[in-house]
């Protein structure tokens, strides 16, 4: 399996512009997560789906953000419109299940600079 | 609420040198603990994880062991390479997907 595939690996956009990032889970996972990674905050829980469903959003940092997933192989992360301080690494991760001892497989991350 | 506390870094050692990262943890319940690593301009990888108490976890010449009178998940290693530099981060499981995180501890080994 290839792993969590995430794009582009790299992403540099002006202040106002519309962001999309993508993410193509582990065939047979069942829950996706979105992670944003600071210096200053560490990792942050974005979203968490599972079967395609979001079930805790909480951690979206406000409106201008969405995710989607419309189907078990694919989701994305739009930001619109986008912030110098939405810079930041964002990772996707899925894993298989909703059992307390399964691990999360982390994408290689977007590195996103907002300018 | 439950949170993760790992030894600040950055830790420098030589080469073949013993590693020991603390991590300790607060959590109701008895949660499952990870460490992750991250190596430079990757994502995280699972390097190894305890789901009870007393449970060792092992990898790569990794161990940590579950330690739920401390509540404490360290990270050792007998004899470190420059190849093991990287973020190391704890983690633990609340309740069936979401997981705590540690700040993360940077490793550099120096030949």
């Known amino acids: 399996d290839a792993g969590v595939i995430q794009s582009p690996r790299h992403e540099v956009t002006e202040m106002g512009q519309e962001v999309t990032l993508r993410c193509k889970p582990i065939s047979g996972h069942n829950s996706l997560f979105w992670y944003r990674q600071t210096m200053m905050r560490g990792l942050e829980l974005l979203i968490y789906?599972?079967?395609?469903?979001?079930?805790?959003d909480s951690g979206m940092p406000e409106d201008r953000f969405s995710a989607k997933m419309p189907n078990a192989s694919f989701s994305t992360l739009k930001i619109q419109p986008s912030e110098p301080r939405d810079s930041a690494v964002y990772f996707c991760?899925?894993?298989?299940?909703?059992?307390?001892?399964?691990?999360?497989?982390f994408g290689q991350g977007t590195r996103l600079t907002v300018v | 609420g439950d949170s993760v506390t790992q030894m600040e870094g950055p830790v420098t050692l030589s080469e073949e040198a013993f590693l020991t990262i603390n991590c300790t943890y607060t959590?109701?319940?008895?949660?499952?603990l990870f460490w992750y690593v991250q190596y430079p301009g990757e994502g995280l990888q699972l390097l190894l994880k305890?789901?009870?108490a007393d449970d060792k976890g092992s990898n790569k010449g990794f161990e940590a062991t579950y330690r739920k009178e401390t509540t404490s998940f360290h990270l050792e290693k007998g004899s470190v390479q420059v190849s093991d530099s990287a973020v190391y981060f704890c983690a633990l499981k609340r309740g069936n997907y979401q997981l705590i995180w540690g700040a993360g501890t940077k490793l550099i080994i120096k030949p």
């Open positions: 959590a109701t319940g008895y949660p499952s």
């Open positions: 789906f599972n079967n395609n469903v979001p079930i805790d």
């Open positions: 991760a899925s894993s298989l299940g909703g059992e307390a001892n399964t691990e999360a497989f």
């Open positions: 305890a789901t009870k």
